[in-house]
């Protein structure tokens, strides 16, 4: 049996849920379809998205299309979770982007379609609500050629648009205008197509089209379009008809290694971690030893395979399929089972979270609770950093967007019974060196006889170590590099095994020291180069350099200064051309720079870079000034210093840049 993993994906009310809900009920999955008003769904499973009417979390539902196994995956429409869609979309092997017939082409649509292009996700379109008043198919389809690709087939005709009556009919094979019209978009990428369409039009029989259409489609160059109403049922059969015909699945070598990749985390009621994976080589079994996130190896204690009603239950996840699985550890999402699957992580795609606001209890003893609950939630998307400040017992979370932070706050008083509110939103910076600093501390006693490394007599080094350390800038977005330039002998083995356990060790500290800058903020594209350490046998212990990299990196940050930097958005906007000169001279007024410009067809499609703390109203004004056609995609682009006044962020404990009150606390701390 073939086995499809498809995504269902669509601009917010576009009507996803209830065309999943419809393909499980006509393919017979289910016994009665749901309704996203009445919270009765199959695939909302979360009790706040029946509330709220969205998705929040992707969800995975099976049904049956002949001998074809079809994994229906559910995925978020809502902008705020984005990166959840993404994560989804690496896992597919074909995707339905459904289009409203009534709005048409949405601000989401066009940024899931490039996702779906950017990723080789094959994709089929289905315009939704052909039933609903002011229904326009023909306008949705000019759209959709116009604003997403050229290469669109419709797959029909529709009748009565705008109607509850309203209908849809495929065109059969032998429909002399209907293969004229595939013909000619096939030909865009098929020579030989081309020189029989152009010899004798109809000379190319039906069956050669439908192959080379199929063909096309699973190459993600051509993109059927089918019509219907998800909430009636019509076109449904159509399209359920598409999907077995014109979509193909990745099943994989079952005789590889083991390679897959996390998409989703749950937790039982008792707190146990359930993963969902999809397995793209090899086969799992309970039991069977597999790494995990390419470091410690787990052993699943079981595996629920997703499978159609009434199949058999299995616990071996083959190629191409999809499981819950138990048992993998601290497993998180993105995480690679065995083998790295092919292709970047979704991490390394999407821009991390560049907003944050700290979250407390509003009863100050659930303050524990509330730690572990966003330490679960946090587990759930990885690009969500919860930040911990012991000091003023403060926890913030980052985050995309106003919305995300009405869902944590509604999850952890639904979920955990938590009652919990937001501090103002403010926008996450970075500090990058100003210049190269250098710092060193030197054991204190000088005695040849147990003491290796540099030593003095006057250091007020407290901690029996040396360590020097040199930081200087780095090239923007290059993150943090560490090297040792230091004598083997002057590392000590009893406490490390190899010199290169050490120096990573060492690296480790040193990230965690650059956590808080001179400011704050982390600090980032930077060289920190260790010069210099020491040791005093057995005396010295992994503590004592661990808060020796403390004290030292930050004596050399105070010497090299910092800059304060804010995140900046690269833009990409599609805008009708007759609104160009207003978007960009809000853009403009906005702190914004156009990078590049070029008009066709009636659009202006313009480059640009903002800072992303004024990204969200360039987003609330776009509507107005483009006459509700305007599209906004960013991804980072990069940071630039602040020059007066940059802010600063509280630090989460004592900071080693006062010496003398953080070696008291040191010290109070035992």
């Known amino acids: 049996m073939r086995t499809l993993n498809l995504g269902i994906l669509a601009h917010v009310d576009a009507g996803k849920t209830t065309l999943s809900e419809r393909l499980l009920f006509t393919a017979g999955a289910i016994d009665h379809v749901g309704s996203v008003?009445?919270?009765?769904?199959?695939?909302?499973?979360?009790?706040?998205?029946?509330?709220?009417?969205?998705?929040?979390?992707?969800?995975?539902?099976?049904?049956?299309?002949?001998?074809?196994?079809?994994?229906?995956?559910?995925?978020?429409?809502?902008?705020?979770?984005?990166?959840?869609?993404?994560?989804?979309?690496?896992?597919?092997?074909?995707?339905?982007?459904?289009?409203?017939?009534?709005?048409?082409?949405?601000?989401?649509?066009?940024?899931?379609?490039?996702?779906?292009?950017?990723?080789?996700?094959?994709?089929?379109?289905?315009?939704?609500?052909?039933?609903?008043?002011?229904?326009?198919?023909?306008?949705?389809v000019r759209e959709l050629a116009r604003?997403?690709?050229?290469?669109?087939?419709?797959?029909?005709?529709?009748?009565?648009?705008?109607?509850?009556?309203?209908?849809?009919?495929?065109?059969?094979?032998?429909?002399?205008?209907?293969?004229?019209?595939?013909?000619?978009?096939?030909?865009?990428?098929?020579?030989?197509?081309?020189?029989?369409?152009?010899?004798?039009?109809?000379?190319?029989?039906?069956?050669?089209?439908?192959?080379?259409?199929?063909?096309?489609?699973?190459?993600?160059?051509?993109?059927?379009?089918?019509?219907?109403?998800?909430?009636?049922?019509?076109?449904?059969?159509?399209?359920?008809?598409?999907?077995?015909?014109?979509?193909?699945?990745?099943?994989?070598?079952?005789?590889?290694?083991?390679?897959?990749?996390?998409?989703?985390?749950?937790?039982?009621?008792?707190?146990?971690?359930?993963?969902?994976v999809r397995l793209f080589d090899g086969m799992l079994r309970p039991r069977q030893r597999v790494e995990v996130g390419g470091g410690e190896e787990a052993k699943p204690t079981s595996i629920k395979v997703f499978a159609p009603a009434g199949a058999p239950r299995r616990d071996t996840l083959g190629a191409g399929e999809m499981a819950a699985v138990r048992g993998l550890g601290a497993v998180r999402v993105g995480d690679a089972i065995g083998r790295p699957p092919p292709g970047e992580e979704v991490s390394a795609r999407f821009p991390r979270p560049a907003l944050e606001a700290v979250v407390f209890p509003l009863r100050p003893e659930e303050g524990g609770s509330l730690r572990a609950a966003l330490g679960q939630l946090a587990e759930q998307d990885p690009l969500i950093d919860v930040r911990q400040d012991d000091?003023?017992?403060?926890?913030?979370?980052?985050?995309?967007?106003?919305?995300?932070?009405e869902v944590i706050q509604a999850t952890l008083e639904r979920d955990y019974g938590i009652a919990a509110d937001f501090r103002e939103t403010t926008t996450v910076c970075i500090e990058r060196p100003g210049r190269v600093g250098e710092a060193e501390e030197i054991i204190r006693a000088k005695t040849k006889s147990n003491i290796t490394g540099r030593s003095s007599p006057f250091s007020t080094n407290p901690f029996p170590a040396t360590l020097a350390l040199r930081i200087e800038p780095g090239p923007p977005g290059s993150g943090v590099e560490f090297r040792a330039d230091v004598e083997p002998r002057y590392v000590p083995l009893y406490l490390f095994r190899t010199p290169?356990?050490?120096?990573?060790?060492?690296?480790?500290?040193?990230?965690?020291?650059?956590?808080?800058?001179?400011?704050?903020?982390?600090?980032?594209?930077?060289?920190?180069?260790?010069?210099?350490?020491?040791?005093?046998?057995p005396i010295t212990s992994a503590a004592d350099y661990r808060r020796l990299t403390q004290?030292?990196?930050?004596?050399?940050?105070?010497?090299?200064?910092?800059?304060?930097?804010?995140?900046?958005?690269?833009?990409?906007?599609?805008?009708?051309?007759?609104?160009?000169?207003?978007?960009?001279?809000?853009?403009?007024?906005?702190?914004?720079?156009?990078?590049?410009?070029?008009?066709?067809?009636?659009?202006?499609?313009?480059?640009?870079?903002?800072?992303?703390?004024?990204?969200?109203?360039?987003?609330?004004?776009?509507?107005?000034?483009?006459?509700?056609?305007?599209?906004l995609e960013w991804r980072p682009g990069g940071h630039q210093p602040i020059g007066e006044n940059p802010p600063t962020r509280a630090r989460t404990g004592p900071s080693p840049l006062d010496r003398d009150a953080w070696l008291g606390w040191l010290a109070k701390r035992g």
Not at 188 to 217: C, H, K, N
Not at 574 to 590: F, H
Not at 604 to 613: G, K
């Open 37 to 140: 008003d009445a919270g009765t769904t199959q695939t909302d499973s979360l009790e706040l998205e029946r509330e709220r009417g969205i998705t929040i979390r992707s969800a995975v539902a099976t049904f049956l299309v002949g001998d074809l196994a079809v994994n229906l995956v559910d995925t978020p429409g809502h902008p705020d979770f984005i990166a959840e869609v993404e994560r989804v979309l690496g896992v597919l092997d074909g995707a339905v982007l459904v289009v409203s017939a009534v709005e048409g082409i949405q601000p989401q649509t066009p940024l899931l379609f490039r996702a779906l292009q950017r990723l080789h996700v094959p994709t089929l379109i289905f315009v939704n609500k052909i039933d609903r008043a002011g229904a326009d198919p023909a306008k949705a």
């Open 147 to 276: 604003r997403l690709t050229p290469a669109v087939v419709p797959m029909g005709t529709v009748g009565g648009a705008g109607r509850r009556e309203a209908s849809f009919v495929a065109f059969v094979p032998e429909d002399e205008a209907h293969r004229s019209t595939v013909a000619e978009v096939l030909a865009e990428r098929d020579e030989a197509i081309l020189r029989a369409f152009v010899r004798d039009e109809a000379a190319m029989s039906p069956v050669r089209i439908r192959e080379q259409l199929g063909a096309q489609t699973r190459q993600g160059w051509v993109h059927p379009v089918y019509f219907g109403s998800a909430a009636m049922g019509v076109g449904i059969p159509e399209l359920l008809a598409g999907i077995a015909e014109l979509l193909a699945g990745g099943n994989g070598d079952p005789e590889a290694p083991v390679s897959g990749r996390v998409f989703k985390i749950e937790r039982t009621p008792a707190g146990e971690r359930v993963a969902y």
């Open 391 to 405: 000091h003023r017992h403060e926890i913030a979370v980052s985050l995309y967007g106003e919305v995300q932070k």
């Open 500 to 537: 290169e356990v050490f120096t990573d060790q060492i690296e480790a500290y040193v990230h965690e020291a650059l956590a808080e800058g001179l400011a704050g903020w982390q600090v980032m594209d930077c060289r920190v180069t260790m010069t210099d350490c020491g040791y005093v046998a």
């Open 551 to 631: 004290l030292v990196l930050a004596e050399a940050l105070k010497r090299a200064g910092t800059w304060v930097c804010e995140p900046l958005a690269d833009l990409s906007l599609e805008i009708p051309a007759s609104t160009a000169q207003g978007v960009l001279g809000t853009l403009g007024r906005l702190g914004g720079r156009v990078t590049g410009q070029f008009s066709a067809n009636g659009l202006t499609r313009a480059s640009a870079v903002l800072p992303v703390d004024r990204v969200r109203s360039l987003q609330h004004q776009l509507p107005g000034l483009s006459m509700g056609e305007g599209i």
